[in-house]
């Protein structure tokens, strides 16, 4: 099941920036989606433990570290921000660059997105994101399944992202875009909550 689409118009980043605040939307090739509600504390405890670990392995180094909700523009090319047909919010992001971060939010691609699936955003994360991601030269990108302890890999060759990296949420994982950077994945695991 996918998010819920705001109407069938198509927008860009300057209509998005005027819209309410009670409601969160990504934009995708213009197309508004709806985002879910308040996600689960297994989802905000694999974002909040991947996050601290990258950050400290980023320490004293040029990329930063970001966590949703923050605007990702995916321009197209040089358009003006408000023109962008393209505005995510991946779960876990780092931007090496420090030109593309500015206060509103990022402008071009992450080196390293994440997203952290749930019952409301899996089909999306897997198939709308991943071709915006791709488009938009996203170096390496990450599906994480709390529920089934999966983690999905995507890597940006000559010809795109090509066939995934598909393991289990144990032992160890190279973030392959920065280097040093390893999550260790049994300190995350054991947080998780396996009943409601």
């Given at each position: 099941m996918g998010y819920a689409l705001r109407d069938e118009r198509r927008y860009r980043y300057g209509d998005y920036r005027r819209w309410p605040d009670d409601s969160r939307y990504e934009l995708i090739?213009?197309?508004?989606?709806?985002?879910?509600?308040?996600?689960?504390?297994?989802?905000?405890?694999?974002?909040l433990e991947l996050a601290f670990q990258v950050?400290?392995?980023?320490e004293g180094g040029a990329c930063r570290i970001l966590l949703a909700p923050v605007d990702v523009l995916l321009p197209r090319g040089e358009e003006a921000d408000d023109e962008v047909d393209t505005v995510v919010q991946p779960d876990v992001l780092v931007v090496c660059?420090?030109?593309k971060v500015v206060l509103r939010g990022v402008r071009g691609a992450p080196d390293w997105a994440v997203e952290v699936l749930s019952p409301s955003s899996a089909s999306h994360d897997q198939t709308?994101?991943?071709?915006?991601?791709?488009?938009?030269?996203?170096?390496?990108?990450w599906l994480v399944h709390p529920t089934d302890r999966?983690?999905?890999v995507y890597r940006l060759g000559t010809d795109g992202y090509g066939k995934p990296d598909?393991?289990?949420l144990t032992g160890q994982t190279a973030v392959g875009v920065l280097p040093g950077v390893t999550i260790r994945w049994e300190p995350i695991v054991s947080r998780l909550l396996t009943t409601d």
């Open positions: 090739e213009g197309v508004a989606y709806l985002m879910a509600p308040a996600p689960s504390t297994n989802h905000q405890t694999l974002v950050r400290s392995a980023l660059d420090p030109a709308i994101k991943l071709v915006a991601y791709e488009r938009a030269g996203v170096r390496e990108y999966v983690l999905t598909i393991q289990e």
